[in-house]
């Protein structure tokens, strides 16, 4: 299961991973969320919540690899996730190291954008 939807207004990319995410599903979550960063400006900000994702395959892997890179050169700002199993925490980590950027690790979507709040206010 995956929702995908975008705050212009707070420059936001807002995504939702859960479950175990097949091909033909995750190829539908890729260009959705590459549709939806579209709709954003240069510098947006990301929350991502697999707090109920569970790992993938290799397949699985490179597809959200691409879509790590796709959203990179779109030039994405800050990341924040929100995950609870720590499986799908490292898999993400590993992503993210070969995406070549960074993200923060929190415990709610409300906690992430507090989070961004505060960067986005120098903090």
Do not use: C, W
Request: aromatic share 6%; charged share 30%.
């Amino acid at each position: 299961m995956y929702t995908v939807t975008s705050n212009p207004e707070r420059n936001r990319l807002y995504i939702t991973l859960a479950g175990h995410l097949e091909g033909p599903e995750r190829q539908a979550a890729a260009k959705a969320l590459v549709a939806e960063a579209a709709k954003l400006s240069q510098g947006f900000d990301v929350v991502t919540d697999i707090s109920a994702l569970h790992a993938t395959n290799e397949e699985g892997f490179k597809d959200l690899l691409r879509v790590k890179a796709t959203l990179k050169l779109k030039g994405v700002g800050h990341i924040i996730r929100v995950v609870k199993i720590p499986l799908s925490r490292i898999q993400f980590e590993r992503i993210t190291a070969q995406a070549g950027y960074e993200a923060e690790y929190v415990n709610s979507l409300e906690e992430a954008d507090r989070r961004l709040d505060e960067l986005k206010a120098g903090a």
